[in-house]
């Protein structure tokens, strides 16, 4: 007998809810040691609870009246052997005869791919009902139960000297908004924030509401004030309810029909504000018996992405299809890909020519991992580096050239609603202050031109990297403090004087 039961089972019921309380337990295990739980340790947990539950016979867990016997578990098979599609057949028994008696029927089928998408399907059948009682902070669903809902109205969206914002501009400054909030759920995985447009049961007004984690209100407020200053936010204490009673609910969830490298469609793509058919479909719901609500769930990257995309572009750049260089970014599918060139690799590099890459996937792909800050090609332009080369003399110039290419670049690619940055890098030298390679004064001397070149040149900001010398980050902020100084207060065109 397994452990936890008293009695057998005596329907499809009772198997079912023992199953999903066993995964649900399981899972409360695993959530009270890592927070961080994706779907794959959630769906391994419940196949190997249906593997255990398998281990025991149909006698041993089962009530006489409800397992079936050898004459119905022989025509069972038969059915399922014949039938056009062996899986259904096979989950139908599940419902009606029970989990157990079905994996009865499935033991006797010699077919792999059955006997795979069976388990597969009974696996979400499990996990669908499976729930967990026990609520603690930090474990799903605490942070459902702790979102603070916030009803947003915008009395005119026009910009301080009175002009109507176009679409793009909406959609650039909304844009900024996200980009604010990435900070939630970038330390707990399961924290997300929501943006919902409703209209509820009895009632004529269609109203846009945000849900937020409760200890991220503050920053939902003040970023979207300061994008959006004549909004008003009003916490809701009480949830909107667009059901009704005895009434039919309909849901629909959308996904993406390609791979996530895909980019979807952006503001540039459309003639109209999209927003405004859902708007015209709410508008035309009845006020008493009806209700309607779309849902936008957002939640910080759980995994990594950047360089598999890289890695992805990187491939189809040399010539690789687009499906494949996608398959080959997942562990199963590099696996699959490395054995087929063991084995084909040879006989179609004799039979086939090179592949053209794919120049417009490149593009599209590219879109998806694009950044808004572009970095200078200035990291070695200090004057002590370059004097290596007998162009010291030079930084301000080099300097300059380099921020002003990288401006031109930012500049076409920056609209009034989504602006573009320049980073001016400033790399730390070849000699340091600590170690007597260079006084204090003289790295000054170094690191002042090439710090006026780029601000002469337009960068947003001066980015001091990779130093290990503190004496030589102090030496470079002290540059970067006057050189900007000197740039706007007198607005210099040269820095004679200064090297």
Known sequence: MIEGILKQFSSPEEELKYLREKVALRERELMARNFEVDR?????IARQELKEYASFTAKMILDREHALGEPALAASVEQAAIAHDPVREIIELAQEKGIRNALSV????????????????????????????DLRENVPP??????????????????KDGHEYQLTELVGMMEQLFAGLRTIGAKQSENHFAFEI????????????????????????????????????????????????????VVAEAKLKKHPIYPLRTADGFSSDPLSVILNAFSKIERE????????????????????????????????????AISRSTFGGEIMGSISDLFFDKKNKENSTPSSPDSEKVEIFSRKIKTDI??????????????????????????????????????????????RFVAGSVGPGTKLVTLGHINFDA????????????????????????????????????????????HFKLRLDSCDGFR
């Open 40 to 44: 794959l340790d959630t769906e391994t």
């Open 106 to 133: 499935l033991e006797k089928i010699d077919n792999a791919y059955v006997v795979d998408e069976v388990h597969r399907q009974l696996i979400e059948i499990i996990r669908a009902g499976a729930s967990i009682q």
């Open 142 to 159: 605490w942070q459902l139960l702790s979102l603070t809902l916030y009803e947003v109205t915008l009395p005119e969206v026009k910009g």
């Open 198 to 249: 409703a209209v509820a049961d009895n009632s004529d007004d269609i109203v846009f509401y945000v849900a937020v984690p409760s200890k991220f209100t503050s920053l939902f407020e003040k970023q979207t004030l300061s994008l959006f200053p004549h909004a008003e936010l009003m916490i809701k204490v009480h949830d909107y309810n667009i059901f009704v009673d005895g009434g039919i609910t």
């Open 289 to 324: 018996g009806g209700g309607a609500a779309v849902q936008f769930v957002m939640r910080h990257p759980q995994k990594p992405y950047r360089k598999t995309y890289e890695e992805v572009i990187k491939n189809v750049q040399k010539g690789m299809k687009a499906s494949e």
């Open 374 to 419: 572009i970095e200078t090609n200035s990291f070695g332009t200090s004057a002590h580096v370059l004097a290596e080369y007998g162009i010291g003399e030079r930084s301000y110039e080099i300097s300059k050239v380099a921020a002003e290419l990288a401006r031109s670049v930012a500049d076409e690619y920056s609209s009034r609603s989504w602006q």
């Open 443 to 486: 790295l000054y001397q170094a690191y002042y031109p090439c710090m006026l070149g780029l601000i002469a040149g337009g960068v947003d900001l001066l980015q001091i990297e990779t130093c290990q010398d503190i004496l030589q980050v102090k030496c470079a902020v002290i540059a970067a403090r006057d050189a900007m100084r000197r």
